[in-house]
C-alpha cells in the first residue's frame, strides 16, 4: 500500500509517539504493576504479557457503541497506542449505549472527544485521532504509522467497530492487503457476530469478504433495526477479549486448529446463548483467494 499524500480536511491528534526503545524494558515499575496487577497476576499474561501490552499498537475504526467502549478497555489495559478514526459527530440518541460521551459533547467529532476522555483515564496510553471517513481511499493515509510499527516487529491490530457494509469492506481489504491482523464485531437489534482474521498466522480461515461477498445486501443496522445498550457492551467486551488474546499470543494457534482465529461467533441477546462456526476460505475470494481451503469437515458447532 502506498502512502497518500495528507488530506486536506483531516485533522489528526496526535500524542507523542513513543521512539523504538521506549517501553521495550524487562520490567514493569512499581507503578505499573499496582495498575496492572490483577492482570499481571494470571499465569497467561504476567509482567512478559503486560510488557507486550505496552509495547502493542491498536487501531480502532469507529468510536461508536462498540469502538468508544473497546476504547476504553484497552487503553486502559495497557496497551501502549491507540489510533481512533472516526468522522461522526455525536448525536443526542448515541447517548444511551456510547457510554464515553455526555451531553456536552453532543455535535463534535467522536474520535477528538475520545481521545480527549482516554487521555484522562488513561493517560499512558498514546491516542491519535483521526476526524475523517476511512475508505479505499484513505486507508493507506489512516494505515500509515501502524504499519511503520508492524515493520519494527511490534505487535499490532485493528478493530472494526464499524456498521457500515461498504466500509467493513474497506477495512477487510486494507487488512489482507497490510497483512495486519483484523478483529470484527458488529449487532443489530438481538444479533451479533465476531470474529478475526489473520492472513499471516491463519490464512486458511479467509476474511470478511468470503463471509459476506461486496454484492451481498445488507439492511440491518442499529439505526434501522435498533439495539439495547447492554447488548453492544457485550459485543464489545468480547471484540476487546479477543484483541488482547491475540496480543499476548493466547491462541497459540497453527494451521490445523485455532481457538480465535478462524471462527465466527453469533451472539442472541434474547436467548443470551452463543452459537460458532469455522471459517474456510472462499478459493474465489476477491480478497484474500485463491489458496489452500480447510477441510469441509468442519461443522457448525455449540460453545
Known sequence: MSKNPPLPHAE?????????????GHTLSDADFMRYSRQVLLPEVGEAGQLQL?????VIIGLGGLGQLAAQYLACAGIGRLTLIDMDKVEVSNLPRQLLFNDADIGLNKARVAKQKLNGIAPHCTVTAYETAFNAATSAYHLADILQIKQQGKRVLVLDCTDNFATRQ????SCIEAALPLVSASIAAFSGQLFAVDQMQFPSGGCYHCIFPAQTRVSQSCSTQGVLGPSVGVMASMQSLVAMKLLLNMDRCDESKSALLGRFWRFDAKSLSWTAATLTRDPHCDVCGPKEVRSSSDKLSKL
Not at 489528526?12 to 521495550?24: A, P, R
Not at 474497506?170 to 481489504?173: D, E, F, Q, S, T
Open 12 to 24: 489528526v491528534l496526535c500524542g507523542h509517539i513513543h521512539s523504538d526503545n521506549e517501553h521495550c
Open 54 to 58: 505496552v509495547d502493542a499498537s491498536v
Open 170 to 173: 474497506a477495512i477487510n481489504r
